[in-house]
């Protein structure tokens, strides 16, 4: 597709659940985003990837979030032992290079989490 | 730090009206990009437009104009004639030009009353 794709678009999870959400960027992006939107904020950022590297980790809020791209394309976001605060919207956006050119971030319409 | 500001939580106007929305950043870097979304109901956040720091014309793009001045840290968003579908939340966000994230504004809601 021409867009970034996430599914799956709601997810309702209980409390000790695991879940997993699926980011499809634009075809050819380098770049890769992971950001959580809490209802009535901006969101925030949580991870990056240049093609299958993690370089930046340091937004994830605790170590029950987890995040892969292992080809350099898809990437999941997996969440363990799900928590009420951890419902939220978690939108994945990517770019064309390298987070150096600071380009544009086109966003998904994102993954709606509901832990009950 | 970076820290990007839209005091403006929600505002309605009347279709065809012209509704500005405010935007103040701060950020200790010479070198850094400000950008404007929309989210709309369906959640995706659509760009809008992306300015440097260095570059401070003011833009006009149809309906969207922006205003960028440098001396007061702000990049206001201004739609001339709104309609309906410009109904949405909308987002400034900073990013520095080495960096790898944006922050975000709170964003401001808009309602365009018919």
């Known amino acids: 597709g021409a867009g970034v794709s996430q599914s799956p678009r709601y997810k309702v999870a209980k409390r000790g659940q695991d879940v997993a959400l699926r980011c499809d960027p634009i075809?050819?992006?380098?770049?890769l985003f992971w950001y959580q939107q809490a209802l009535g904020q901006g969101p925030e950022f949580l991870t990056y990837?240049?093609?299958?590297?993690?370089?930046?980790k340091s937004g994830l809020p605790s170590d029950r979030f987890f995040a892969e791209r292992p080809e350099g394309s898809v990437s999941t976001l997996k969440i363990q032992r799900t928590q009420q605060e951890d419902s939220a919207v978690y939108l994945c956006?990517?770019?064309?290079?390298?987070?150096?050119?600071?380009?544009?971030?086109?966003f998904g319409p994102g993954t709606r989490l509901t832990v009950l | 730090a970076q820290k990007v500001t839209q005091a403006q939580t929600e505002i309605s106007v009347v279709e065809k009206e012209d509704v500005t929305l405010d935007c103040v950043y701060e950020?200790?870097?010479?070198?850094?990009?400000l950008f404007w979304y929309k989210q709309p109901p369906s959640g995706e956040l659509v760009f809008l437009i992306r300015?440097?720091?260095?570059?401070?014309q003011n833009e006009i793009s149809g309906r969207y104009s922006w205003n960028f001045q440098k001396s007061t840290s702000s990049f206001n968003f201004t739609i001339t004639a709104s309609q309906v579908v410009d109904s949405a939340v909308y987002f400034c966000?900073?990013?520095?030009?080495?960096?790898?994230?944006?922050?975000f504004g709170t964003g401001t809601s808009l309602t365009v009353i018919p």
């Open positions: 956006a990517s770019s064309l290079r390298s987070f150096r050119e600071a380009d544009t971030q086109y």
């Open positions: 990837f240049q093609n299958e590297a993690q370089l930046d």
């Open positions: 075809s050819g992006h380098v770049s």
């Open positions: 950020t200790r870097d010479t070198t850094y990009y």
């Open positions: 966000a900073l990013i520095h030009s080495t960096g790898n994230q944006f922050y």
């Open positions: 300015r440097n720091s260095f570059d401070e």
